[in-house]
């Protein structure tokens, strides 16, 4: 076998983190009535998803602390309806980041794809996040025990993409990046950032997003690494 260890990140390729955060979202669109304030729920879910990774983004590229996505998401979305309410705003804030983790939908063919390569590979989750709540998200969707350890930004001290926190989890797990191959949905925090580090990349590209990256693999479904895995 050529790789003998397999990095994956966690949001979005193995938590699915859309479906987990609309569930969150349409509850707390329910618990505060913010269609009372005249906020609809679609318009909700439309607002939060532009901003969060409008937010998300300029995190990944450095220009943000981490607090601003916390402490400004839900007040930008209120400001799109021209409701200003940053007390309300941080509540919203604390239930999102509270009780989204709980949420264990995962990515489709998740837990039979990480059956099929466990006895087959050690596995390493890769992620930029704090230790608590990514350990929430791997234990309420159930797949905590497929990962030889987890790897937060918080633990390594960087984030993705710096090549720092993938050398960080191979020298943990005792390998070189010859031997190591990352699985992430992101082109630059997974793909980029590993590939600095000399790892192979396997992009998993569900949306069929444009990929002008040099990638090792392109999937549109987990299960195809099965095909070379
Ligand atoms: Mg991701």
């Not at 007040?75 to 509540?91: E, M, V």
């Not at 980041?97 to 006895?119: A, R, T």
Request: glycine share 4%; charged share 25%.
């Amino acid at each position: 076998m050529k790789y003998q260890v397999l990095l994956f990140d966690l949001d979005h390729t193995l938590w699915d983190y859309e479906t987990n955060s609309r569930e969150t979202l349409i509850e707390l669109h329910e618990h505060y009535k913010l269609a009372e304030k005249g906020i609809l729920e679609t318009e909700f879910l439309t607002a939060f998803y532009r901003i969060n990774n409008e937010l998300w983004d300029q995190y990944d590229r450095g220009l943000l602390h981490r607090d601003v996505i916390r402490n400004e998401r839900f007040h930008r979305i209120f400001q799109t309806f021209g409701l200003d309410n940053y007390a309300l705003s941080l509540k919203l804030s604390d239930d999102y980041i509270h009780q989204s983790p709980q949420k264990g939908n995962l990515v489709e063919d998740c837990v039979e794809i990480l059956e099929y390569l466990q006895p087959r590979y050690p596995m390493v989750i890769v992620t930029n996040g704090f230790e608590e709540i990514q350990a929430t998200k791997l234990h309420s969707s159930g797949i905590h025990h497929f990962f030889k350890s987890i790897v937060t930004s918080a633990r390594a001290g960087h984030k993705k993409p710096a090549k720092e926190i993938f050398e960080f989890a191979l020298t943990e797990s005792g390998f070189q990046p010859h031997q190591a191959i990352m699985i992430g949905d992101n082109l630059l925090t997974d793909i980029a950032g590993a590939a600095n580090a000399n790892i192979d990349t396997v992009f998993f590209n569900p949306n069929g997003q444009a990929c002008p990256t040099t990638v090792n693999h392109e999937i549109k479904a987990l299960r195809e690494l099965m095909n070379f895995l």
